[in-house]
């Protein structure tokens, strides 16, 4: 009998000895930097979105022997600070990863960094087309290159007909990037750029509205804007007190805009009403709801005084599934293995040279990089060139306080109005474009034909002599307005020619040899004139 409360001692003993041994063991820190602007709508709803990555990757793998430490940086929208930032976070964190900084131009100088102490370093904000694999070798882009959207924009240009088109866009890293890529698609279509209007950071409401009043005076009506959200929403208020979202004008934002559409001010999406725009397509999920639930509550606890109707983008899911790849990535190659060695020193080396090299930075870079995974933002693969992978679009038409969908396009099948479950093209109509009906600036449902007769500017002058037989041309002064009137079948295939233009074309009848003038002369000595360009 007295063996059974030996017994109950023992297995008492064993289960204490394991409660205590799952109370101590702690998994391995994992530091990682993470460099956003805080003060800026992208920065807040990016640091919501990391956090809670981190405590939804752990609660679901509590096992883990790896855990993510994030240190959280303000490079209050400047590459210096953010660039201090990262030497800080190398130097004092021994950080084994960077996610982001926010900005392209920010990230050149920190992915350099990474190149020199083999620290990946994550971004999924930084969209520029400027930064590559290629002279970043330890830079992943874990969102989408500019580059991608621009063959949906020139196929959404060319389905319209439209022929020339003006480009807008920030004086930054960020607006000059896609310029290349934008100009070679559109120039393998054959439409024109006939000028560009770049906006400097330091662009007020005066300059905007200078540069508004100058694009109204060209035939141009056909505007693509690549600008930041500050701007676009400084943009396109100016644009509407000026007249310019009226009918017959044609605005397209591109996706750095248009995937975060919901969370600008209510008075500027009023404000761009008829505008439309390329964004990434995020596939609906009981997963992705409950998600936006619980990021809505968290983000309002960290940002009381925001605004409600900032709401989780795929700006934020990017940085939500970064995270989740950056968190597998830590366990693959585990803690054990990272540590750091100094590189050469010298009494005249910088704080650069002397910085400690990650001895496993290639490993970790390599295991971020294969992870291919169904995220909620989609597919989260960053097997191609290190950045994401993007083969479809959303195209979409600005109404009312929100947005409707009016058709995709897709690398296989170019523009469509729906596509079926396999994210192929259903064919519609034979008519051209294969889309949904758009409402216009100034709530018209007339398709713009892209440009306008300028207010200002010279006129093409155009010589006319009265013919021997006036069936075919013959012209005559109306006194009363005092220009040339002309008649007859050459001037009727003039006029529908110009009709036919893609472009706005104005001019003048210049008489030769009319009976109230002082000119005459022969069909010659008129070709003559022409030549020399001389009116009478």
């Not at 530091?31 to 405590?55: D, Q």
């Not at 590559?132 to 580059?147: E, G, Q």
């Not at 700006?315 to 968190?327: C, E, F």
């Amino acid at each position: 009998m007295e063996r059974a409360p030996r017994a109950i001692l023992f297995l008492l003993l064993i289960v204490d000895f394991g409660v205590a041994q799952n109370t101590t063991s702690k998994a391995d820190e994992f530091h990682v930097g993470v460099i956003l602007n805080l003060g800026s709508l992208v920065g807040k709803v990016a640091r919501t979105s990391v956090l809670l990555a981190a405590e939804d990757f752990y609660a679901a793998h509590p096992n883990y022997s790896t855990k993510l430490v994030l240190h959280i940086r303000d490079s209050m929208a400047s590459d210096v600070q953010a660039a201090s930032t990262a030497i800080e976070l190398l130097e004092n964190y021994k950080v084994q990863a960077i996610i982001g900084p926010q900005k392209s131009s920010e990230a050149v100088f920190i992915s350099k960094l990474g190149n020199i102490t083999q620290v990946p370093t994550v971004s999924f904000t930084a969209t520029s087309s400027s930064l590559t694999s290629d002279s970043m070798p330890y830079f992943v882009r874990a969102t989408m290159n500019d580059s991608a959207q621009v063959k949906s924009i020139a196929s959404l240009i060319q389905a319209y007909g439209w022929r020339e088109v003006v480009l807008v866009y920030d004086d930054t890293d960020y607006g000059r990037g896609i310029l290349p890529y934008l100009n070679d698609a559109l120039q393998e279509i054959d439409i024109r750029v006939p000028y560009r209007s770049v906006i400097p950071l330091s662009a007020t409401s005066e300059s905007i509205m200078q540069e508004l009043y100058k694009l109204m005076k060209m035939q141009t009506r056909v505007f693509i804007v690549h600008t930041s959200t500050t701007m676009t929403s400084l943009l396109f208020t100016k644009a509407k007190e000026v007249g310019m979202m009226n009918k017959g004008f044609v605005w397209i934002i591109t996706d750095g805009v248009a995937n975060i559409l919901e969370s600008l001010n209510p008075s500027v999406i009023e404000a761009m009403n008829g505008v439309l725009g390329v964004r990434y397509q995020v596939p609906k999920s009981q997963e992705l709801d409950n998600l936006s639930i619980r990021w809505s509550r968290m983000y309002q606890w960290d940002n009381p005084d925001e605004s409600p109707f900032n709401k989780l983008s795929i700006v934020g899911l990017w940085g939500y599934d970064a995270v989740w790849a950056l968190a597998w990535a830590a366990e693959r190659v585990g803690i054990s293995s990272i540590r750091n060695k100094r590189t050469w020193s010298s009494k005249n080396s910088t704080c650069l040279q002397s910085m400690a090299i990650s001895t496993n930075g290639h490993e970790l870079l390599t295991a971020i990089v294969q992870n291919k995974f169904r995220g909620l933002s989609g597919d989260f693969d960053l097997t191609d060139r290190q950045q994401l992978k993007v083969s479809m679009f959303q195209i979409i038409n600005v109404v009312g306080r929100g947005w409707r969908e009016i058709g995709f396009w897709t690398v296989e099948s170019g523009l469509s109005r729906q596509l079926n479950q396999n994210g192929l093209k259903i064919t519609g109509s034979a008519s051209m474009p294969d889309l949904n009906p758009v409402i216009w600036p100034g709530e018209s449902t007339d398709i713009p034909r892209g440009w306008e007769i300028p207010r200002t500017g010279k006129k093409l002058r155009v010589g006319v002599l009265t013919s021997g037989y006036p069936e075919f041309i013959k012209t005559l002064r109306d006194h009363v307005t005092n220009k040339t009137r002309a008649s007859g079948l050459s001037i009727d295939i003039f006029e529908e020619a110009v009709k036919r233009l893609p472009f706005a074309l104005t001019y003048d009848y210049v008489p030769f040899g009319t009976a109230d003038t002082a000119s005459s002369g022969s069909y010659n000595d008129f070709v003559y004139q022409v030549y020399v360009q001389k009116s009478t």
